[in-house]
């Protein structure tokens, strides 16, 4: 349903989007993670028609949105990053209004209308002016409007961010029903892991690359083996001692612990050496081999590039 393929964006002397090829298909969910300025909503943009391309070409539901834009936006459903519907209409004259966008037959829209509000939380608040809705509320809105019209394709551009977790959940369970129920195609962007691990695919950008791409369990193996965690205090002395032994790569707070990245194959030797050297004035808890954590591998990713 989504196909990017040798997508280039230039602006000025920066290199936004660089030749990045991915597709999503039908009941999909494919989650692009990265740092800021990766290029995440600068590809989404691409996707949805509201920049051009300067290279390449991007596919939806069949249709090129280069040289047949209006087609191929029929099918998607975009929710930006920041709020952008209007505030002084009400829920329900948001949906009208998009609805009339996209060319919802008046006939289905009583019925359309009342679907999606309760499919999104909102059913009780059709009346209520979007300025005055919360955050979550809100996000649930842009996420009734776009899929006001029953499309195939949803472009969603980091759609949690600064909502609370319950609100995040409650979202999430959405996007898994339309990918699951409906076949929806959902291409989205996310700053969080735990979203990112409830994508069937990833992709992690950088500099308007897709660095690696693969499903959760893939992407992770990647350190297989290699990530060491050590309980201890204090924890910035031990972070230090760590980082001195020669096959320890990096060493990252994680909460109340360290994350170890050690050199392919010295997991053992590395916990050997570092249990029995701990400096005067500190103390060792545990440490042990550990499943790497999608963190640990983008943290891993961005140093190489670095």
């Not at 002084?88 to 966008?101: I, K, S």
């Not at 570092?274 to 954590?293: C, D, K, N, Y």
Request: charge should be negative.
């Amino acid at each position: 349903m989504i196909r990017i393929q040798g997508v280039r964006k230039v602006f000025g002397d920066l290199v936004a989007i660089d030749s990045p090829d991915l597709a999503v298909a039908a009941g999909e969910i494919y989650g692009l993670v990265g740092p800021d300025g990766a290029g995440k909503t600068t590809l989404m943009r691409l996707a949805c028609g509201a920049l051009s391309l300067d290279a390449g070409e991007i596919e939806i539901a069949g249709h090129p949105i280069s040289s047949n834009p209006d087609r191929a936006r029929a099918h998607i459903g975009y929710l930006p990053q920041r709020f952008s519907l209007y505030e002084d209409l009400t829920v329900q004259e948001n949906l009208g209004f998009f609805a009339e966008t996209r060319g919802l037959p008046r006939a289905d829209r009583r019925s359309r209308f009342a679907e999606i509000l309760t499919f999104v939380g909102l059913e009780a608040f059709p009346g209520r002016l979007a300025g005055r809705l919360s955050g979550g509320m809100k996000q649930k809105l842009g996420l009734a409007v776009a899929l006001v019209h029953r499309p195939e394709v949803l472009l969603l551009d980091e759609p949690t961010t600064g909502v609370d977790p319950i609100t995040r959940q409650d979202f999430w369970r959405l996007i898994i029903r339309l990918a699951a129920e409906e076949g929806v195609a959902v291409l989205v962007s996310t700053p969080y892991m735990d979203e990112a691990a409830r994508c069937r695919r990833i992709g992690f950008m950088r500099d308007g690359r897709i660095l690696v791409e693969g499903t959760p369990a893939a992407v992770r193996d990647r350190l297989a083996a290699r990530i060491v965690e050590l309980v201890g205090r204090p924890l910035p002395d031990l972070r230090v001692h760590a980082r001195a032994d020669p096959d320890v790569e990096d060493a990252q707070m994680f909460g109340d612990r360290l994350h170890l990245r050690v050199a392919e194959g010295r997991a053992e030797e590395v916990i050997a050496r570092l249990s029995t050297s701990a400096p005067a004035g500190t103390e060792i808890g545990s440490i042990r081999i550990i499943p790497s954590q999608l963190e640990d591998v983008f943290i891993s990713l961005l140093e190489d590039e670095n």
